[in-house]
């Protein structure tokens, strides 16, 4: 049976995964990591509110067993996230009386969450989201309570946090949208700003939740190019495809609003995919590994988001609860077809 990481060679091929899938309560998705996968990342399991959820409370358990199949498997391991403006809990904050704290004292607990979490696992996780999606679409610095609080150097502090609670592991930044040129060029400022301080980052990711027709080939190409040229690591992280229109396919960079009503129409193909919208699919996924390839020489790793479409969040996101068909294993386990060509 043909494995992805063979037909995906040579880049190292990822998927998010969750504790069950790695703990021994799901064994047919454990199946399917080792038979197709050599990278994983945790898809929920090391965010801020998972792992850090009260001050004085790590909940490493998910995490130690991530870690444990990866070793077992001879997986790569991609910490995400440790900075991250989004399931990161209200109390990070907050006082004890509910003000919002100073810049020194949320300096001081991003920089003993990363010491701790980073810290833990510096010989076994081979690189860090270690900020998640701190631009906006014009390419400007997010307003997050990270920046507002902190200033527009908590990035740079987060990297020198995380290179010293892990000095072999790899630092990464990564965010969405990445190939819209305003986005892009805001990354390259980012990066170069890092870089001119002395400050190392060895990575970008760039998420890839796409759909049949959106974004545009040569946008993410012209991205990848961009990236490699600042001489870091580029990877394809979060790749899915939905085969369903965002409701009102967005113009490059809009927002999409976070569980619409669910409504009949949003949610086309409940049961089946039919054969003409999933040769359009195969069609799709064959022109980004095009680009993909093309690029091979600056691309380390793709990484899907999610290992079968049953439990790919898309079917959640950008409306909830529609049937959606994004990844390269079918909802029954099964690789499909197409994945043989690309
Ligand atoms: C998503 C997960 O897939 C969902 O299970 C969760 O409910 C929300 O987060 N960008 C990221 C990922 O960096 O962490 C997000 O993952 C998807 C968007």
Request: negative net charge.
């Amino acid at each position: 049976k043909p494995a992805l990481k063979t037909l995906l060679s040579p880049f190292l091929v990822g998927a998010a995964v969750n504790q069950q899938q790695v703990d021994g309560s799901l064994p047919q998705d454990a199946a399917l990591l080792q038979q197709h996968f050599n990278a994983v990342t945790p898809e929920n399991m090391m965010k801020w509110e998972a792992i850090h959820p009260a001050p004085e409370t790590y909940h490493f358990a998910p995490a130690d067993a991530l870690i444990e199949f990866a070793n077992t498997h001879s997986m790569a391991v991609t910490g995400h996230t440790l900075i991250w403006h989004s399931q990161a809990p209200d109390w990070i904050f907050e006082n004890d009386d509910g003000s919002t704290v100073s810049r020194t004292t949320l300096l001081q607990r991003m920089q003993s969450h990363i010491a701790t979490v980073a810290g833990r696992y510096k010989n076994t996780i081979k690189g860090w989201d270690v900020v998640n999606e701190a631009l906006n679409e014009d390419g400007t610095l997010r307003a997050s309570k990270w920046q507002q609080i902190v200033g527009d150097d908590y990035i740079a502090e987060a990297f020198k946090m995380a290179a010293q609670a892990a000095p072999d592991a790899e630092l990464y930044y990564n965010d969405y949208n990445l190939f819209a040129p305003d986005k892009r060029a805001g990354a390259v400022r980012l990066i170069k700003s890092l870089q001119a301080q002395g400050i190392r980052i060895d990575g970008i990711g760039m998420q890839g939740h796409y759909s049949l027709t959106h974004p545009a080939l040569q946008e993410v190409e012209a991205s990848i190019e961009a990236f490699a040229a600042l001489g870091i690591k580029v990877m394809i992280t979060e790749l899915d495809v939905s085969v369903i229109p965002f409701p009102g396919e967005p113009e490059d960079g809009a927002e999409v609003s976070l569980n619409v009503a669910m409504d009949e129409s949003l949610n086309p193909y409940p049961d089946t995919l039919p054969a003409a919208i999933n040769q359009q699919l195969a069609a799709r996924y064959q022109d980004l590994f095009a680009v993909f390839r093309r690029h091979q020489n600056s691309l380390s790793r793709i990484t899907f988001w999610g290992v079968h479409d049953a439990q790919s969040w898309r079917n959640n996101w950008p409306v909830k609860g529609r049937t959606d068909y994004p990844l390269l294993i079918d909802k029954n386990r099964q690789l499909k077809p197409f994945a043989t060509t690309l």
